[in-house]
Nanobody
Framework: QVQLVEPGGGLVQAGGSLRLSCAAS????????MGWYRQAPGKQRELVAA???????NYADSVEGRFTIPRDNAKNTVYMQMNSLKPEDMGVYYC???????????????WGQGTQVTVSS
């Protein structure tokens, strides 16, 4: 069994910072991409940032220069440092990992339970 656990989130004022973390645990053989998606009320889930196992990153235009997505491969953990937060950054943030379980072939998508980020103006 594999789990993605993402504590963190919370309420922050506009212009403030917040750090999210997501740890993958369980019977994991390897992890390819990890990333963060956001879903605002009434909108579809969208990619915010992603990072490959080799460290190559991809950011949504709306967060480029404000968010970073460091990753600790030894801990199967991905973070997201969010700076200069804006009200439009508000939503439920979901951690994602493309991983291969032990004794299984092929990679599968796994999701965290989601964490709420609220930005007050």
């Amino acid at each position: 069994q594999v789990q993605l656990v993402e504590p963190g989130g919370g309420l922050v004022q506009a212009g403030g910072s917040l750090r999210l973390s997501c740890a993958a645990s369980g019977s994991i053989f390897s992890i390819n991409d990890m990333g963060w998606y956001r879903q605002a009320p009434g909108k579809q889930r969208e990619l915010v940032a992603a990072i490959t196992s080799g460290g190559r990153t991809n950011y949504a235009d709306s967060v480029e220069g404000r968010f970073t997505i460091p990753r600790d491969n030894a801990k199967n953990t991905v973070y997201m440092q969010m700076n200069s937060l804006k009200p439009e950054d508000m939503g439920v943030y979901y951690c994602h990992a493309e991983l291969r379980r032990k004794f299984y072939s092929g990679y599968e998508d796994y999701w965290g339970q989601g964490t709420q980020v609220t930005v007050s103006s």
